[in-house]
């Protein structure tokens, strides 16, 4: 019996056989393609959520950059992938964005170092789909997610103040957010907790705690001490306890 090669290997001449053969390989190469260009799923939810992001203006002393459409879709790529997710969803709430790293990409606790190693699988799914102006390593975000690498299961990061925040015509530079941004950025806090419905929410930092037990003055939230200045060992404990819980289901 006389057969053909393909890339799929030898194939038979007979007609049935070979159409049936074609279209297997045919149904492989498309399964192949689809994985590789597939788009994430839209929310409506987040859609609207992150148009009203794009909204908010530049100051001399606040830099929006959810302004610059590539960023926004970046951060929508992120909430996506995370609104696809199964289990427990934990929700970590930082002070604001950093000028090394949010700022850049969009997305809270992330640098374009981060994304472009692709050493976890989020990164892996959704890098070719982020835009970036240039890359970037921050401390503070790479010892993040340096916590993450093993994890089956990734929590939600968001900000307390979700722009960044800088001295008076200094954009190198950050500094905490006033009462009055971090006010603000509550209303912010409110709608994303009610996309997601998280089942524990964490402040990274006193303003992150504050910020969270003043929308939902309720709610039990963790505390996990900041990274930076000699708090790095009580940050990977409060980490650890939270991670492991939400890894656990």
Same mark, same amino acid.
């Given at each position: ?21 074609? /279209? ?80 850049? /990409? ?44 093993? *994890? ?27 009462? *009055? ?18 089942? /524990? ?12 037990? *003043? ?35």
């Amino acid at each position: 019996m006389a057969v053909v090669c393909s890339p799929f290997g030898c194939l038979s001449r007979r007609p049935n056989l070979l159409l049936i053969c074609c /279209t297997l390989e045919t149904k492989v190469l498309f399964s192949l393609v689809y994985w590789f260009i597939r788009p994430l799923k839209s929310n409506s939810k987040i859609q609207k959520f992150v148009q009203r992001l794009s909204k908010r203006r530049n100051s001399s002393t606040v830099f929006n950059p959810y302004r610059d459409s590539r960023i926004l879709k970046n951060i929508e790529i992120y909430f996506e992938y995370m609104a696809e997710q199964t289990g427990d969803l934990t929700l970590l709430v930082g002070e604001a964005p950093g000028y090394k790293g949010c700022r850049i /990409t969009g997305i809270p606790f992330t640098s374009g170092a981060l994304i472009r190693a692709k050493q976890h699988h989020i990164f892996e799914e959704i890098e070719r789909h982020i835009s970036l102006e240039k890359i970037e390593s921050e401390n503070s975000a790479s010892f993040v997610w340096q916590t993450l690498i093993h *994890k089956k299961h990734y929590p939600l990061f968001w900000n307390a103040f979700p722009f960044h925040p800088h001295p008076k015509g200094i954009h190198n530079r950050n500094r905490a957010p006033n009462k *009055k941004e971090l006010l603000e950025g509550a209303d912010y806090l409110a709608e994303l907790v009610e996309i997601f419905s998280p089942i /524990t929410i964490a402040g990274i930092g006193r303003k992150g705690v504050s910020s969270v037990e *003043k929308v939902f003055p309720g709610r039990n939230v963790v505390y996990i001490r900041h990274p930076s200045y000699g708090g790095k060992k009580d940050f990977l404990t409060g980490m650890d306890q939270i991670l492991n819980q939400a890894n656990a289901t």
